[in-house]
């Protein structure tokens, strides 16, 4: 069964960095699409970035030129390096997978992680 789990989470300072890792295990599938999301207090579950097995990479909003996915396949962990960080940036920080072919099918993601919280003050 397939697992997430992500870690990195913390409080910094506007301007800080923080390196986000999302642990897969059990997976099983030939593909991977890979998605980061950001749910800040009361508002919407919103897309950061996302990435392939197939090499593309796309990133959404404010995490364009700060933000960078990344993937190792050998440890199965996607990461999700934050820089120049701003308080805008808070939020619960969620992993979340599917196999490309599910995914082309759905649009959707079928596995999600629990979270990680990250907290930027002013």
């Known amino acids: 069964q397939e697992q997430l789990m992500e870690s990195g989470g913390g409080t910094v300072e506007s301007g800080g960095s923080l390196n986000l890792s999302c642990a897969v295990s059990g997976w099983t599938e030939s593909t991977y699409c890979m998605g980061w999301y950001r749910q800040a207090p009361g508002q919407e579950l919103q897309g950061v970035a996302h990435l392939t097995s197939m090499g593309a990479i796309t990133y959404e909003g404010s995490a364009k030129g700060r933000f960078t996915v990344s993937h190792d396949n050998e440890v199965m962990t996607t990461y999700l390096q934050m820089k120049n960080l701003r308080p805008e940036d808070t939020g619960m920080y969620f992993c979340?997978?599917?196999?490309?072919?599910?995914?082309?099918?759905?649009?959707?993601?079928?596995?999600w992680g629990q979270g990680t919280q990250v907290t930027v003050s002013p």
């Open positions: 979340a997978a599917a196999s490309c072919e599910f995914m082309v099918k759905e649009r959707r993601y079928l596995h």
